[in-house]
DNA sequence: CCCTGCTATCTAAACGATTAGATACGATGA
DNA sequence: TCATCGTATCTAATCGTTTAGATAGCAGGG
């Protein structure tokens, strides 16, 4: 009960106590543009501490027409290959003292649209789309309103709009390699339904670096654990099954593995499998998989810094080759 | 460029070019304190789709002190449980049009408050905490503020805190039920460092349905899979693991999983696991959790309806017992 | 024909901060 | 002594809404 509920601190009531108009309190308060008595400010100070202010963000917002809020858009939180990202973007901006709000699109290019206008009504300072295949382009939406919008890991490919992601390529080269040094001639790849966005690049740098290899197969599933699964016991059952296989994503490896296990296959001795994108889930499944790591928070990093205006130098962070177990190595495994 | 970005389109357009007041235009938009005459409507509203006006939430919650935002404090999104959590709250709050701030607190009481107060210096109307054991009593903040605050899976226990939960009690009985019913007689209970929250709750639900049992064994390890895993791998080293054993959380369930996989123990078949959170992870690991799984939705519900200050009827949502194959039953696999 | 009461609308004061322009006060130089 | 300048501070407009109070117009009862 040490403060009553019903009387929010404002500037006025600063000024009023400390004896001084509300711009001076304001000057003290931020720095501001001009400057203040060092007597002043101690009494300005003073007044505020005992009083307990604390400035409303929504009337400084109103006022400065910046209210240090970003809108985080996300595809699907429910795969930790976007929570994970998700994660690393909310700690960027908290260590620049934004605020993030957060939203789920679940795919659906409507409300993601929504969802950027609701964000863009609450006058955010800046956008960040995480947004798979299926996501639509809101740079039309966030450019009429004047706010930077960023994409991460998938977005539109025509130039206008800015989208961070990493180095797939080389990630991809290191794994086939990694494979062939365990003696794999042919090495499969298990791809989106689709392919667009980074997913594509993953699959394109795969066929460049098994070029020599006319028989090295392609498939296809869902990025859900339960689609990989079906189509490992299928393909178990059908004695289908390739010896070595990289996965577009940790969820598909996931699924991958618990296949295997309910289909009596042993990983790795039968299948050996490299993920390609290394969430932090990766390190505990059974057994653990090799991945090549996607640099998150590298790529969270660069994406607020775009926001900020500023250009990163480094266009694309290198995903570092992470050697377990699932790969036939005798892994890190404590 | 169909708008230009420099000019956003506010009431006092609107009012203009629709020849009427700023008041009616408000009335309109929001089906205002008073009644506006048909016909006026309809120029209001085709004005405000002329100009594709969009209110500004911001002048909007600095004059009527509701912001239609809520935050949402999190111990550690980088943990499942806590992030599906997260999820149906985020999606609870997005069926009522409210906009959700979300903060990380990482197990850090200092930290968790200093977001809560960040996230009441931006006049949120509610705070949802997802909090863990280190997790500190913000009460007194929100209450000093006048802002509702929830905690959920686990708060303060003095009664001044409203926490929503899930029924442990039903939960563990089942689960050790069913494990006595695959024919075990001593049942494992792997539980926290300290246990404090639910995961006592769970514990002590434990000791009471094995209470026949002298030698059931507590073991204890961090919540992490890591902990987990290592501790599994340092008993079967030891020949001192359990033959049926129900973990806290998931993540720790995981961890055994990988640490036993590691360890060349057979789960179910030496080693029998049920664990008592049941994240959508717990599908696909290999073999399959057997699970209690946490009602998570009923929990954000209850939680976002509590903040609106209605006071929903049941008190704890009932956890099902999922079976699937780490208990040795021949499950729902694919 | 005037007064009453109702409806539809307008005017203007908030909300709490920021900040440009006006002002007051000493100190300085001629 | 007076004009000049610089510093420290105050006054008040502004951001875009919401909404209570004032007002205008019209119908109906006496």
């Given at each position: 009960m040490t403060k009553r509920?019903?009387?929010p601190i404002t500037l006025a009531d600063v000024a009023r106590r400390a004896g001084t108009s509300t711009a001076v309190v304001s000057y003290v308060i931020n720095d501001g543009p001009r400057p203040v008595a060092a007597a002043t400010?101690?009494?300005?100070?003073a007044a505020a501490a005992e009083l307990g202010y604390r400035p409303n963000r929504i009337a400084r917002a109103l006022r400065s027409r910046t209210t240090g809020v970003v809108g985080l858009v996300l595809a699907d939180a429910s795969n930790p290959y976007f929570a994970a990202l998700a994660r690393h973007v909310e700690q960027a901006l908290e260590r620049?003292?934004?605020?993030?709000?957060?939203?789920?699109?679940?795919?659906?290019?409507?409300r993601q649209r929504d969802l950027v206008d609701r964000f863009l009504a609450a006058q955010v300072d800046g956008l960040v789309i995480v947004s798979a295949e299926g996501g639509d382009d809101v740079t039309d939406l966030a450019q009429a309103a004047g706010v930077p919008a960023v994409y991460v890991h998938h977005g539109p490919s025509d130039g206008r709009a800015r989208v961070v992601g990493a180095d797939n390529h080389d990630a991809v080269r290191e794994a086939v390699a990694h494979l062939r040094g365990h003696?794999?001639?042919h090495i499969a790849f298990l791809g989106g339904p689709h392919d667009a966005g980074p997913v594509a690049d993953r699959r394109t740098a795969w066929r460049a670096a098994v070029a020599d290899d006319p028989w090295a197969a392609l498939l296809r599933c869902d990025y859900s654990r339960a689609a990989a699964h079906s189509l490992t016991r299928?393909?178990?059952a059908g004695d289908a099954l390739p010896r070595a296989l990289i996965t577009a994503t940790d969820e598909q490896a996931i699924g991958v593995l618990s296949g295997a296990w309910a289909s009596g296959v042993a990983v790795p001795g039968r299948l050996a499998v490299i993920s390609l994108d290394g969430t932090p889930e990766s390190a505990h499944t059974a057994p653990a998989l090799t991945v090549t790591r996607q640099p998150l928070e590298a790529m969270a990093e660069q994406a607020v810094e775009l926001l900020s205006g500023r250009d990163p130098g480094a266009p694309a962070a290198h995903a570092p080759l992470v050697i377990r177990r699932s790969c036939g190595c005798d892994g890190d495994q404590d």
């Open positions: 509920a019903d009387k400010r101690e009494r300005v100070l620049r003292e934004r605020l993030t709000l957060i939203g789920n699109a679940g795919y659906s290019a409507d003696g794999h001639r299928r393909l178990a």
